[in-house]
């Protein structure tokens, strides 16, 4: 049974920082590469940020370079996202995702159940 299990969201101020992970389960995590999305009321999901199934390459959506820093641990079956300098715009739920793409025909595409980040003074 896939699992993707999100922690570390909660109520930080502007200007303060918070590190979420997602722990996973299920399912051959080092061939995976891994995303955390975002969706704040109202408004589309978006991709934060994307890492490669080694860990070498990272990828971030410009409204939080410098800010963020995704990571992987494949010994620990782990991605984390840690998140500084904290703006009341990055409030929304976080989601953990998990994509490979075998073959252009074939993809597996996992998900996980969120986590609410909440910034305000």
């Known amino acids: 049974q896939v699992q993707l299990v999100e922690s570390g969201g909660g109520l930080v101020q502007p200007g303060g920082s918070l590190r979420l992970s997602c722990a996973a389960s299920?399912?051959?995590?080092?061939?995976?590469?891994m995303s955390w999305y975002r969706q704040a009321p109202g408004k589309e999901r978006e991709l934060v940020a994307t890492i490669t199934s080694a860990g070498g390459n990272t990828n971030y959506a410009n409204s939080v370079k410098g800010r963020f820093t995704i990571s992987k641990d494949n010994a620990k079956n782990t991605v984390y996202l840690q998140m500084n300098s904290l703006k009341p715009e990055d409030t929304a739920v976080y989601y953990c995702?998990?994509?490979?793409?075998?073959?252009?025909?074939?993809?597996?595409?996992?998900w996980g159940q969120g986590t609410q980040v909440t910034v305000s003074s």
């Open positions: 299920g399912f051959t995590f080092s061939n995976y590469a």
């Open positions: 995702n998990a994509y490979r793409s075998p073959f252009v025909w074939q993809s597996y595409d996992y």
